[in-house]
């Protein structure tokens, strides 16, 4: 199977751009004639990245609807606009984020220290202050939304703040759970790091999804601002394994599959030159091609993902009924639930100390960042 979906990629790439697109809308109208005829009914309002949408909609079948109803109706209503004039090579960071104000303020501090000078946030019914905290904040623009999540309407949410700021430009989209980074990032800002890939032809790095975690058990610990980094401070280097599939490449492993056996893409394109006839999804990039077009890029997302303040909000998860991985969620619980002890350290466990620590990585391109780092003592 595996050689064939490799046959399969490699004689698609061989063909014209516009013969792919229409074999696969006419694969879409036969697998899933609702996906299809919702994207007819909204044809206008996606007709800059209607070759995209069909991409889209192969891949997250029957659930594009929630995506063009929310992108139809400009669900997403600004408070508040920056208008700053960046450099072509500083990103603009956009993040959907509901009650999680830690993790906003970690995240803000975070990027600000690494040279991002814009953010957007999506404020989806906070009640825990998120709102005024980000309002009081001179480098944010906020933007709320007051219907209920799921990630294809988080992706139309996004679709609406890059229509607000433009394309051929650089964004970096994230999770409030997650942190950027890439090895040397303490010397070398992430507007450099930009400058590379641009003078390299790239337009998106690879992101795979670190999980951090502490030595304590799942879901105790210091989940405040100043104790996330220096608590939840381990990840694995060597369980992590690199797929390729048809449409993307992908990331699986880590420690929920040692713990959980859990088989999800662990894997993002996070920062991306995003044109009109692009859009961002969850964990690829449409049209799918774009995948593929990383040249070895890669940068890491530091994941937090069993901080104290997680588990209500995952028991919340799962009886919402909005998430489609509610079932990982119940397995977290039921593992949590049926042992409290548990823990996701282990012996083979590497203390993040710095960014070229990620180097134990085995996902890592070497070639890449010999080239990276090297480039950067040049100057």
């Not at 751009?17 to 696969?24: A, D, F, G, M, Q």
């Not at 600000?112 to 980000?134: C, P, Q, T």
């Not at 999804?209 to 989940?223: A, H, R, V």
Request: hydrophobic share 35%; glycine share 4%; proline share 3%.
């Amino acid at each position: 199977m595996k050689y064939i979906k490799l046959f399969v990629r490699f004689t698609l790439s061989l063909l014209p751009k516009s013969l792919v697109y229409l074999l696969i809308k006419k694969a879409l109208k036969k697998t899933s004639k609702v996906d299809f005829d919702e994207i007819y009914k909204n044809q206008d309002s996606v007709k800059k990245f209607k070759d995209a949408i069909y991409s889209y909609a192969y891949i997250n079948r029957n659930k594009t609807g929630a995506f063009l109803t929310a992108y139809h109706n400009k669900l997403v209503k600004p408070i508040r606009i920056l208008q700053s004039n960046l450099s072509k090579d500083c990103p603009i960071f956009i993040c959907a984020a509901k009650n999680e104000l830690t993790k906003i303020k970690l995240q803000v501090e975070y990027h600000r220290k690494i040279g991002v000078r814009h953010f957007a946030y999506v404020d989806n019914m906070s009640e825990d202050g998120s709102i005024e905290w980000l309002m009081e904040q001179p480098d944010v623009s906020l933007f709320s939304v007051d219907e209920s999540y799921n990630s294809n309407s988080r992706n139309a949410w996004r679709r609406q703040i890059t229509d607000y700021f433009g394309y051929n430009k650089w964004y970096l989209i994230l999770d409030a759970d997650e942190l950027f980074i890439y090895p040397g990032i303490e010397k070398i800002d992430i507007n450099q790091y930009i400058n590379f890939l641009e003078k390299k032809k790239i337009n998106s790095a690879f992101s795979p999804m670190i999980d951090m975690y502490s030595k304590n058990k799942l879901f105790e610990g210091n989940d405040r601002q100043s104790g996330i980094l220096s608590e939840y401070c381990f990840f694995d280097t060597d369980t992590y394994k690199n797929e390729k599939e048809l449409i993307r490449q992908c990331v699986t492993g880590g420690p929920r599959m040692r713990l959980f056996g859990e088989s999800n893409t662990n894997s993002k394109y996070a920062l991306i030159k995003l044109s009109e006839e692009m859009l961002v999804g969850t964990h690829e990039n449409h049209p799918y091609k774009l995948n593929y077009k990383t040249n070895g890029a890669i940068a890491f997302l530091l994941h937090y993902k069993f901080l104290p303040s997680d588990k209500n909000k995952y028991r919340e998860n799962i009886t919402s009924g909005l998430y489609g991985s509610a079932f990982m969620y119940q397995k977290y619980m039921d593992t949590f639930d049926q042992n409290p002890d548990t823990l996701l350290y282990y012996d083979g466990a590497e203390k993040l100390t710095n960014s070229m620590d990620l180097l134990k990585i085995s996902l890592i391109d070497k070639k890449f960042f010999k080239q990276f780092l090297k480039n950067a003592e040049s100057k």
